[in-house]
């Protein structure tokens, strides 16, 4: 371990954690695991803790943290086993190079602020706590290291460039399971056709983001709040190969682009070993005579999510987090078959109506509160459509 770096990971038992865990797995002479988090997976959690063995772990759901920690001691370990409310009391008692953010929660939100502010770098994955925090996070862009390809990617094009050169930042999106789907179609689309993506790995909620493409809008967001380029500046284009994740345009005419084949681990093992690029040998690689045609195209007008999503960014950060609530509370409801596809954006886009874009208070908890106002529209939204109960809900 001497001389390997120590990482927490937040959000270990998710689709982004668990592909972060492959990365340390084949690596074991650069890193090792200090603590490791988790929502409500115990089972998944206490596998790792065995293979990992961390100073601790941490999980939110009381149940699950109980079963968590008989888990563990059935295996003989006996390694503290925290709530969130000791989350930060354990973070300040341990020591570790790097914080990992997979976790998607905004209950975190003051817990990352609190380590950026610890002058941490940071490797982070999560949409939802980058554009939760946003503005906030101005000072700290150099500690925050992207997980996600697209940012990885414009984070390696833009790397010893002078901001003022770049004129345009293009992000690349799939297209994902309904890419060549009609408008009209799309209405009747199922939670189980919309999870079947085509190109990515990835958890459930991500999934149908990139589905309606309302995840590229969010992308868009993350973008302005890591490296500060204009909003008007960034972009997207549809490009269904997935091959390249991200182009940079310089006022000189030259565009730089970053490819590798769909795989989360490219971008994970760069984020935490920046500048250095170790060899990972499970990852395959990028023969270009091997590829024929690669194509670009406009993002289709059919994703209404996405225009939405763009519109909200224009306006203000206030519409933005509570579109960021919005959907969580959406793609929820889909998921267990309690909305259409449709729903989705007639959600998003009654949330969008329903807020004003009024300048928040520049706190932690006041980009919290805009976000879970956006879920609280929502479910109204929700009730007024179908009613509390599930069963009453028409076409479901």
Known sequence: MTGSKGLVLFGSTGSIG???????????????????????????????????????????????????????????LRIPV?????????????????????????????????LLRSGLPMAIASKELLITLGDLLEPFRAQLRPIDSELSAVWQCLAGEDPETVERVVLTASGGPFRTTTAADLESVTAAQALEHPSWRMGPKVTIDSATLFNKALELAEAHVLFGVDRGRITAVQHPQSVVHGLVEF???????????????????????????????????????????????????KFEAFAIGREAEMRSPRSMLALLGADEVAVSRFLVAQGTFGDIVAALRYVLGETGDEVLSPSVRAHVEAVAHGRQLAELWYEMKYGTQPGNQKGV
Not at 269 to 277: E, K, M, W
Request: charged letters at 25%.
């Open 82 to 114: 925290v709530s969130d409310e000791e989350l930060p009391s354990m973070l300040g008692r341990v020591a570790f190079d790097m914080p990992v953010v997979a976790a998607a929660s905004t209950d975190l939100a003051q817990v990352v602020y609190d």
């Open 251 to 301: 006022r000189d005419g030259t565009t730089r682009a970053v490819a590798y084949r769909p795989d989360m681990r490219v971008a994970i093992a760069y984020a935490l070993s920046v500048p250095d690029r170790p060899l990972h040998q499970q990852v395959t690689r990028l023969h270009l005579e091997e590829l024929g045609q690669l194509t670009f195209e406009p993002i289709d007008t």
């Open 18 to 76: 668990t592909q972060m865990l492959d990365v340390v797995r084949v690596l074991p002479e650069r890193y090792h695991i200090v603590g490791l988090t988790a929502r409500s997976n115990d089972e998944m959690l206490a596998e790792q803790t065995v293979a990992f063995q961390p100073r601790f772990v941490a999980m939110s759901d009381d149940a699950a943290r109980e079963r968590l920690t008989i888990r563990l001691e059935r295996h003989d």
